[in-house]
């Protein structure tokens, strides 16, 4: 998946709010438009986008550690965030975009570099006009659910400024 992606950017406002949420997630996938820094900098990649579903691989480091040895939990918020975002921002037309609300995260169990690659899974529960709600879990090679996320994400019109475009 990341040999077909471009270099990790971001893009102009308007060569993305020109776009419905399914039609930037392709754009990214085919390389056309850049993933987010934040995948980079997380070791994170959306491998798979469906409108309401969003999946998301990651790849616990060292450098994500917490004093105690083990995976800092901002990194499984990240992950999760990431997934139930996208599976909010999977359905959204073009001109609409959206921000977390609220994100709670439960986890499970620890992670470190024993566990080579995990997986979180958001799904699109609600979304309305002005409010969605999503959850998901991260999951690893073994089944093992090692966190588990809902968001509430406040959904708006973008304004496109001359400039962004």
Known sequence: MRARQS???????????????????E?????????????????????HIEPGIAVFQGRPDRRHYNPLGTVHGGWFATLLDSALG??????????KGFTTLELKVNMLRALNTDVPLVRAEGKLIHAGRQVAVADGQIVGPDGKIYAHATTTCLIFDHAVSRDAA
């Open 7 to 25: 270099a990790p950017g971001a893009e102009p406002r308007g060569k993305v709010f020109g776009r419905s949420g399914m039609e930037m997630f």
């Open 27 to 47: 754009a990214i996938f085919a390389g056309e438009l850049p993933p987010p820094p934040i995948n980079e900098t997380a070791d994170i990649l959306g491998i």
């Open 86 to 95: 996208c599976a909010v921002h999977s359905t959204l037309p073009a001109g």
